[in-house]
């Protein structure tokens, strides 16, 4: 997971580039990288940590140029602490590509292959962000005729890219002298948006990024999604042209998105994150009242922040008292995206602080948008019998996690998951709870789809179904082996 964004204007781009960085900081905080354009010249600073402490003035000063792109690091390829595995990577050939990349390749071992002994192309890193860029440039370079670059030589490049990687990748690129290139992979796994604004002299300026509420902040109209399979080229002069370039393309789209990654004032897909997160809330509270004694449930309290409003609904539905037992630090970091089991565990009782009146000789109902490894729920458990508590049912708005998820989100090993190969009586004990309620699949993806036409969600770390269809156990088993070596 990870956050981009991309601007083509009729202004500087510096300080757009880095507003919307920090609007999708919430989507990664190992490091932070923007790229600027001035004519046919780029400009690149990137750094470790997160977008306000990565960038100083010189370095704003510097990003020179009116079209640009940014990205915010959520490690899941790569080291963290390897300051040249942060995006965006460069290639010099053809004519200058800078290329940011939301989401994780499956078959990078392949491409690795095929870079070096066809492609004949170094790859300096892990990532496999570089792995794309330099499939990208491989592919462009076999389209040119001549000395200029046209959309269509553009498109066909994106059609072979296509063909050869394989997983969930929403990318923006600025090829050097001719614009900013964005395209989706042919599920659209991993989201991208497309937002207009008229200028002063009358031309449009365009935006491409993660999450909606940046095209909001900045004043845009939302265009609409990129569609799967889908680039979308952008001219220096602000014509946009866009093509499908995937054969049997179909929007499948991340439903961990929806439970937890995205900020909730963001529409993804045409789904508001924060009505899907209600309606979470109200399948969930069903399946509560087939389980738990409501007169056992003295209060409702949320895990802040994404678990709030389903949180709410929980509490609406089933007649009971709703309460904000946890305060959050707000200066800590999310402790999901945090590199390092260790880490995590540290940073909860930094990031949450129980108040010991709303606990003292209550039944608690907590609800947490999803457990994963359940470091964080354990201690928040103890926190709520420290502080008082009575009894502890613990509910998640998500069902079990009980697969690793390889499209860009970092739940790489089975054995890392607390639901793996465990029974839900085994969860709670684990947990220390009395109770453990998990939302049902199906609910899941009726409370996400609602109201929509999209009729299929990637659910692949509840049901361990994959939606490219080319995750093998055997892959499965090397993506575990590399993690733990």
């Known amino acids: ?52 402490e990565a960038f100083r003035t010189r370095d704003m000063r510097s990003l020179i140029g009116n ?14 602490e390897r300051e040249e595995e942060a995006q965006p990577f460069y290639v010099n050939a053809p004519y200058g590509i800078v290329l940011v990349h939301n989401g994780n390749l499956t078959n990078t071992r392949e491409l690795s292959e095929d870079l070096f002994r066809i492609d004949r192309r170094h790859v300096n890193s892990t990532s496999d962000t570089e792995m794309l860029l330099n499939v990208l440039a491989t592919e462009l370079q ?20 296509h063909e050869r990687v394989e997983g969930s990748y929403a990318v923006i690129a600025l090829i050097a002298g001719y614009g900013l290139l964005a395209f989706r992979d042919p599920f659209g796994i991993r989201p991208l948006i497309l937002g207009r604004r008229t200028a002063d002299n009358g031309r449009d300026d365009w935006v491409v990024a993660s999450e909606s509420l940046v095209l909001e902040s900045g004043g845009y109209e939302i265009v609409r999604d990129v569609h799967p399979g889908e680039a979308i ?11 499908q370039c995937a054969k049997n393309s179909q929007l499948v789209p991340c439903s961990f998105e929806y439970v937890y990654l995205a900020r909730p004032d963001s529409i993804m897909n045409g789904i508001s994150v924060y009505e899907a997160r209600l ?4 399948r969930l509270a069903t399946t509560i009242e087939t389980h738990v004694d409501k007169g056992d449930i003295d209060v409702v309290m949320p895990i802040p922040d994404s678990s709030r409003p389903a949180a709410m609904q929980v509490a609406q539905k089933l007649g009971i008292e709703y309460r904000e037992g946890f305060y959050k630090n ?20 930094q990031k ?25 729920s354990k201690e928040i458990v103890e926190m709520a019998r420290a502080a008082g508590a009575n009894k502890v049912t613990f509910t998640s708005a998500a069902p079990p996690v009980r697969f690793p998820h390889v499209y860009g989100i970092n739940m790489p090993s089975r054995q890392e998951l607390i639901a793996y190969d465990r029974k839900l009586p085994e969860i709670a004990s684990e947990l220390s709870a009395d109770h453990m309620i998990y939302q049902e699949v199906a609910d899941l993806q009726a409370a996400i789809t609602e109201g929509t ?12 179904e994959y939606v490219t269809g080319t995750v093998t156990e055997e892959y499965l088993g090397w993506v575990e082996r590399t993690q733990l070596s």
Do not use: W
Request: glycine fraction near 12%; hydrophobic fraction near 40%; include cysteine.
């Open 142 to 161: 076999g389209q040119i005729t001549g000395l200029d670059l046209d959309p269509d030589q553009i498109f066909a490049a994106v059609e072979h890219v």
């Open 279 to 282: 309606r979470m809330g109200d």
């Open 1 to 52: 997971m990870c956050g981009i964004v991309g601007i083509v204007s009729t202004e500087p781009a510096n300080q757009q580039i880095y507003d919307s960085l920090l609007l999708l900081q919430h989507r990664g905080q190992d490091s932070t990288g923007i790229a600027t354009a001035d004519g046919s010249v780029f400009h690149i600073a990137k750094a470790r940590g997160q977008v306000r």
């Open 352 to 376: 949450l602080n129980a108040m010991g009146t709303e606990f003292k000789g209550k039944n608690i109902l907590i609800v947490d948008d999803s457990i994963v490894r359940g470091t964080t």
């Open 453 to 464: 036409s999209i009729e299929k969600l990637d659910l692949s770390c509840f049901t361990g």
């Open 67 to 80: 079209i640009g792109l940014g990205h915010v690091r959520y490690t899941t390829k790569g080291a963290a």
């Open 233 to 243: 080229f952008i001219g220096l002069d602000g014509e946009m042209i866009s093509r």
């Open 330 to 349: 707000r200066y800590v970091g999310r402790t999901f995206i945090m590199p390092g089991q260790a880490e995590r565990k540290r940073s909860v009782r």
